[in-house]
């Protein structure tokens, strides 16, 4: 059983950054697909980064490249993303997902299992 945890959520100013931290046990991100998604009341989960298993890919939605970017630590076993240039439209419950399946959808949000429970990122203009 993988279990993960997010961190690192607040409230920030438009043009400001923050990371995100996401902590596993059960299990090592190296041998796990690991995505960032974010949800906002109404609307479905959105995909906003991954890193692939077992090739070690990075994507990104399309929209946030350039602002967004997810590493990973295995000595920590933690995978970050560093948030620049926020803008208000960014505000949202972040999410950490985990899949121990290789060769998953990294983009979509039903091929992981293991979610943690959110952190709430908000963005003031």
């Known amino acids: 059983q993988v279990h993960v945890v997010e961190s690192g959520g607040g409230l920030v100013q438009a043009g400001g950054s923050l990371r995100l931290s996401c902590q596993a046990s059960?299990?090592?991100?190296?041998?796990?697909?690991t995505g960032w998604f974010r949800q906002t009341p109404g609307k479905e989960r959105e995909f906003v980064s991954a890193?692939?298993?077992?090739?070690?890919?990075?994507y990104y939605a399309d929209s946030l490249k350039g602002r967004f970017t997810i590493s990973r630590d295995d000595a920590e076993n933690t995978v970050y993303l560093q948030m620049n240039s926020l803008k208000p439209e960014d505000t949202a419950v972040y999410y950490c997902?985990?899949?121990?399946?290789?060769?998953?959808?990294?983009?979509?949000?039903?091929?992981?299992?293991?979610w943690g429970q959110g952190t709430q990122v908000t963005v003031s203009s």
């Open positions: 059960g299990r090592t991100f190296s041998t796990l697909t």
């Open positions: 997902a985990a899949d121990d399946a290789p060769f998953v959808n990294a983009f979509s949000y039903r091929a992981y299992d293991y």
């Open positions: 890193i692939s298993w077992p090739a070690g890919k990075t």
